[in-house]
Structures are given as C-alpha cells and as structure tokens.
C-alpha cells in the first residue's frame, strides 16, 4: 500500500529508517527479540489478555480446548496491539506526521485510532457503506474522521489511498511487518501461558493475526499445528491457499466482516503458504452456531470472525479429537440487534442483509 507522507509525497520517495518496512516486501517474520520488545511497548497501554480452558467448550469440541481471548482488549480485538506498535513507530520515524489515515471494517480502524489517539495524532478512517455500527461508534469515540466510501473493504481501501495524497495524511497500511510484530504478542502470551497445544485455529482477515501466531510458534521453536479459518462467503485466502497464487473472490458474508477480505495480500499470502497447515472454511451458519456456543458456554460476547476458530473446530470434531487445541477469540465487536438475532436464531443468516 502507498503511503503518504504530509506533504503528499510517497514516502517511496524519500529515504526510510533502516528498520522500517514500508520500502520492502514481507518475507520473513519477527524474532522473539523483536516480539518481546513489542510486549514491553504495549504493556504501557494494555494489559496481556487470559486464555481460559472452558469446559463446556471442551465437552462441546470433544477434547481440551484453551481460547485466548482478545476480545478483552481496550477496543475488543486483537488489533490494538499491531496499532500501538505501527504507531510508535511512525512518531519516531516520521516526527513532522500530523496525522493518519486507513480503511477498515472496524477492528483495524479503532486500533489505529485508539494509537493515534496516544500518540496526539488525528485520524480518518475509511469504512464502506453498510459497516458495523457499533464499531463505527467506537471509532468516532476514539476521535477518528468517519468516511464512508464503497460498498467493500477493497472499494474504501483504495479510496484511502487516494486521499492520502489530497488531504495530507500518512496512510497506514492493513497489513505490514510493524503490525504483524505487534500482532505476535498476543501469540507469544498464549503458547507461554497455556500447555504444549498441538493445533491452533486462528481466523483470517488480511493476514496479520495469524502471521503473527506464526510468528510466535517460529520464534518459540514450537511444532504446534497451525489452521487458518476463512469465511465460506469470503473465500479468496482459501482459494489462494488451495492454487498456491493470489486469487481475487467476491465477499458475500454477512456475519463475518472481519474475514470479509476480496483481495489477499501478497506478503501475507507467502507467509501463509509457509508456516500455515491447511485453511478451512466455515458458513455464516456455521459461524452464528458457534457465537451462540460461545455466549451459552462462556457468556462471552463474540463476532461473526471471533467464533470462526470455533466454529471450525467443530467442523473438524473428528479429526481433532484426542488433541489439545487452541483458539483465537480474536473480537466481540458485534453489533447489539445483530448478536440479538444470532442469539435468537429465529430467522435464517442469510437474511440479515435485507434489513
């Protein structure tokens, strides 16, 4: 992604700090040394979130389940901690920044404003028309410019870009090695705090969560079976997977908008293609079974991509039985009637988009 320094030049175009990655491509992930560092800047601001072995959840699975949850971070996901990172990064790198800009579905966005927020920056972030409202809410509380542009991530990515250049903002990417780095910890926190786990399910948006689990198992020296999760209505990451090629997939679903991605990235495609075991993909029926589980199990609240570890779990129940597996609850930021409906399941999935 292109990205724009205040005066609306790129900053291709000017020299970038030794360490930055923004000039060159993702091809390796980071070091213990550099995760640990990444958990010592983020525990000024957020707390390591639990990992909890839930019985019902075990019984329900058929074998030992841990579930890390994320969703107990200050903005209810997992991506607060690639925010704080990329962003004390960029004060240091690009002092005379004023402020920044990004595309969203929502999670991404409240970390970069919750970041930016910190670190006395302004913010505007680019959501398409229909996006959660909720977590639009939570944005604009965290001080961010709503935009509201395309009808799909991609579409308000691209819209982003461009007014980077017009307006003058640096425009933060939703996929980049400072993100993944900041991502990684929450990995690291899960495989030192729970027992040896010989599968993990971990969720994929764009690619930085469960990059950053590899991250950690690689740098831990672990041989720990690592699963993404794909959205059946947006399955672009499992075909990419199945051809081993970048392969564009229209979005469709409904319940899952932080898997709702019709574009894999590159970077995070390879990195995929290396250390990830197989994609399996879930329904949003599929998923909302396996929200409900999770409320009924735990009274905890997750989306339609927090119960996506879940619900694959459950898809595979013969296959991983006689295993101690490992979830991501990666968010819970769920709209109130959506979740409500879910609960209820008192009307098919599929017409929820009609409302």
């Known amino acids: 992604m292109r990205r724009a320094t205040p005066h609306g030049k790129s900053v291709r175009d000017r020299q970038a700090p030794a360490d930055a990655s923004e000039s060159t491509p993702m091809t390796t992930l980071p070091t213990l040394a550099e995760i640990e560092a990444a958990a010592a800047l983020i525990g000024g601001s957020i707390a390591p979130t639990p990992q909890y072995c839930w019985p019902l959840i075990s019984e329900r699975v058929g074998t030992e389940v841990w579930v890390k949850h994320e969703n107990h971070t200050p903005t209810g996901a997992f991506k607060v901690r690639g925010g704080l990172v990329y962003m004390d990064w960029l004060k240091s790198a690009r002092p005379d920044v004023a402020g920044v800009i990004a595309a969203t579905r929502g999670n991404h966005g409240q970390s970069i404003a919750f970041a930016a927020k910190r670190a006395s920056l302004a913010c505007v972030i680019c959501v398409p028309h229909g996006n959660s409202v909720e977590k639009n809410q939570a944005m604009a509380a965290l001080g961010a410019e709503l935009i509201e542009h395309g009808h799909d991530f991609q579409a308000s990515l691209e819209h982003a870009i461009s007014l980077a250049d017009a307006r003058g903002l640096y425009a933060t990417p939703s996929f980049d090695p400072l993100l993944v780095r900041g991502v990684a910890t929450y990995g690291l926190e899960f495989f030192r705090a729970a027992p040896a786990l010989d599968i993990v399910y971990v969720p994929i948006g764009l690619g930085s969560g469960i990059c950053g689990m590899a991250a950690a198992r690689e740098a831990l020296g672990l041989t720990t079976e690592i699963v993404g999760v794909v959205s059946a209505e947006a399955p672009a990451y499992s075909q990419s997977f199945a051809e081993r090629r970048a392969v564009d997939a229209p979005v469709t679903t409904v319940?899952?908008?932080g898997m709702a991605c019709r574009t894999p990235n590159p970077d995070a495609l390879g990195l995929?293609?290396?250390?990830?075991?197989?994609?399996?993909?879930?329904?949003?029926?599929?998923?909302?079974?396996?929200?409900?589980?999770?409320?009924?199990?735990?009274?905890?609240?997750?989306?339609?991509?927090?119960?996506?570890?879940?619900?694959a779990a459950l898809k595979e129940r013969e296959r991983v039985r006689g295993r101690r597996i490992g979830l991501v609850l990666c968010g819970g930021n769920v709209d109130t009637d959506v979740f409500a409906r879910v609960l209820r399941a008192e009307v098919p999935v599929a017409e929820m988009a009609a409302d």
């Open 255 to 257: 319940l899952a908008d």
């Open 272 to 311: 995929i293609l290396r250390h990830v075991a197989r994609v399996v993909t879930v329904t949003d029926a599929e998923i909302a079974a396996a929200m409900r589980a999770y409320f009924s199990d735990t009274h905890n609240v997750a989306e339609g991509a927090g119960a996506a570890g879940l619900a």
